[in-house]
């Protein structure tokens, strides 16, 4: 076949963490199953007009009953780890009080499985699925919702933290607030524009507070899932320069600076801003952490507004780069250029990095033999890797890969329509079809390539 042509990753040291990750609304399906509560993706997704062809997360990979073959899946794989997420509503049904028995049994059974299978489980305490009855009381605008998931961790680590040693607080917040809040493109719908930063605030606050019960309850590992654009200028311009730093204050920094430097960047250019006791949270969001989760998928470029606009800035398409099906640039060198960044920025500040999501989404063509031909997905992770050891050789701390995703899942506004999986499910009979990808990576996990 095709082998002998394919790409092969560099060497890496043994301790090097491989995983997949996922997230819980995206694969579990069975939502109402274990006395699980309503989240704010139940609402969004039944929401008319809210996500392609109406589809939800109800029966999404029907993970909640097939989770024994996804673990089977990941052993034959080989990765030493796997990265999902708890949810909140079946732990806390409507997001207060005691746990729920039948929440945690899932995740106990879960965490078993994987140990079983010689898997380190990574769970992520926040991905996206707030209680709607927290929604309800405001959600992340309101400062309790940091105290409300901070509970929720303590009775997570309580029951779990025996057997799970790494922790993520919160998956990329950025996107909370600005799909989230700022736009409405995803749950919980709000298009509040630059109303929705009090949402950064008490996310961040939540981590914190959420960093501080996890560690009384026991957890070893504590990180966050940050996800990072690299920021273009689209030229060298004093507007367009100007402006490609305050998308990057927004974007990046704000969620970053506060967990490491334990100050906020300067936000001037925003009118409606942070929330007035933000400075007094600041020694609490900047607990120490043990590894800083990064999610990279592409840049951003950005020029200046034009003068009276909402915002100082506007995207800019990106041209000149191949395209994944969800029509995001292709530029490994992004990855590597974040890695540096973020290592020369923060200096001794930044702990170990561990790469806690990257992949694409494909096309892929079935073949004659009934395989999945998702060559893209194999030239798009053997370009990242080299990425991230060429920042490695430049002295970046990287401990490990995790890749979006093991399995084609609900794909947020996207639905079923994008593909991110190593693994190729059939939503109608909820077949698991390993791609070329998945026997490639296979190959170059066990050494054999
Ligand atoms: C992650 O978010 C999520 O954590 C995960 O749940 C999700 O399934 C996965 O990625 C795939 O989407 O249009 O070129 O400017 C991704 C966050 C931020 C990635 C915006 C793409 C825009 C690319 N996304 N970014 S572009």
């Known amino acids: 076949g095709r082998d002998g042509l394919q790409p092969r990753f560099p060497r890496f040291s043994a301790h090097f963490r491989w995983g997949t990750a996922t997230s819980a609304y995206q694969i579990e399906g069975a939502v109402t199953e274990g006395g699980r509560g309503r989240s704010v993706w139940d609402t969004f997704a039944a929401t008319p007009g809210k996500t392609a062809r109406g589809e939800t997360g109800e029966i999404a990979c029907d993970h909640y009953r097939r989770y024994h073959e996804d673990i089977a899946l990941m052993a034959d794989l080989g990765v030493s780890d796997y990265r999902f997420s708890l949810a909140w509503p079946r732990i806390q049904p409507v997001g207060a009080g005691p746990a729920n028995p039948a929440g945690l049994d899932f995740y106990d059974r879960l965490v078993d499985a994987l140990l079983n299978a010689g898997i380190t489980p990574?769970?992520?305490?926040?991905?996206?699925?707030?209680?709607?009855?927290?929604?309800?009381?405001?959600?992340?605008?309101?400062?309790?919702?940091?105290?409300?998931?901070?509970?929720?961790?303590t009775l997570a680590a309580e029951a779990l933290s025996d057997r799970i040693r790494w922790w993520i607080t919160l998956n990329e917040p950025v996107i909370v607030t600005l799909l989230g809040y700022g736009l409405g493109t995803h749950a919980p719908g709000r298009n509040l524009m630059l109303g929705a930063l009090p949402t950064a605030h008490h996310q961040l606050l939540g981590h914190g507070l959420a960093t501080q019960a996890l560690r009384a309850a026991g957890a070893e590992h504590v990180g966050i899932a940050n996800n990072h654009m690299p920021v273009w200028a689209d030229s060298q311009h004093s507007e367009d320069v100007a402006a490609a730093a305050a998308f990057a204050d927004l974007y990046n920094w704000l969620f970053a600076d506060p967990l490491l430097t334990g100050a906020y960047p300067d936000l001037?250019?925003?009118?409606?801003?942070?929330?007035?006791?933000?400075?007094?949270?600041?020694?609490?969001?900047?607990?120490?952490?043990?590894?800083?989760?990064?999610?990279?998928?592409?840049?951003?470029?950005?020029?200046?507004?034009?003068?009276?606009?909402?915002?100082?800035?506007?995207?800019?398409?990106?041209?000149?780069?191949?395209?994944?099906?969800?029509?995001?640039?292709?530029?490994?060198?992004?990855?590597?250029?974040?890695?540096?960044?973020?290592?020369?920025?923060?200096?001794?500040?930044?702990?170990?990095?561990?790469?806690?999501?990257?992949?694409?989404?494909?096309?892929?063509?079935?073949?004659?033999?009934?395989?999945?031909?998702?060559?893209?997905?194999?030239?798009?992770?053997?370009?990242?890797?080299?990425?991230?050891?060429?920042?490695?050789?430049?002295?970046?701390?990287?401990?490990?890969?995790?890749?979006?995703?093991?399995?084609?899942?609900?794909?947020?506004?996207?639905?079923?329509?994008?593909?991110?999986?190593?693994?190729?499910?059939?939503?109608?009979?909820?077949?698991?079809?390993?791609?070329?990808?998945?026997?490639?990576?296979?190959?170059?996990?066990?050494?054999?390539?």
């Open 268 to 449: 001037r250019w925003l009118d409606r801003g942070l929330p007035e006791q933000a400075a007094v949270d600041l020694p609490t969001i900047a607990q120490p952490l043990d590894f800083y989760g990064l999610n990279y998928y592409s840049p951003a470029r950005i020029r200046a507004a034009a003068p009276g606009s909402e915002l100082p800035f506007e995207l800019v398409e990106i041209t000149g780069y191949p395209r994944t099906a969800s029509k995001w640039p292709v530029v490994p060198a992004g990855l590597r250029e974040t890695l540096v960044g973020l290592t020369e920025r923060y200096r001794d500040a930044l702990p170990p990095i561990l790469i806690t999501e990257n992949g694409c989404s494909t096309a892929d063509p079935a073949t004659a033999e009934g395989t999945i031909d998702d060559q893209d997905r194999i030239d798009f992770l053997h370009a990242h890797v080299a990425a991230l050891c060429g920042a490695m050789d430049e002295g970046v701390d990287v401990r490990g890969y995790f890749i979006w995703s093991l399995l084609d899942n609900f794909e947020w506004a996207e639905g079923y329509g994008q593909r991110f999986g190593l693994v190729h499910v059939d939503f109608e009979t909820q077949r698991r079809t390993p791609k070329a990808s998945y026997h490639w990576l296979r190959r170059q996990l066990a050494g054999t390539a």
């Open 122 to 153: 990574v769970a992520t305490l926040y991905h996206w699925d707030t209680p709607q009855a927290v929604e309800d009381a405001g959600g992340w605008m309101s400062r309790d919702t940091a105290h409300r998931f901070a509970d929720y961790a």
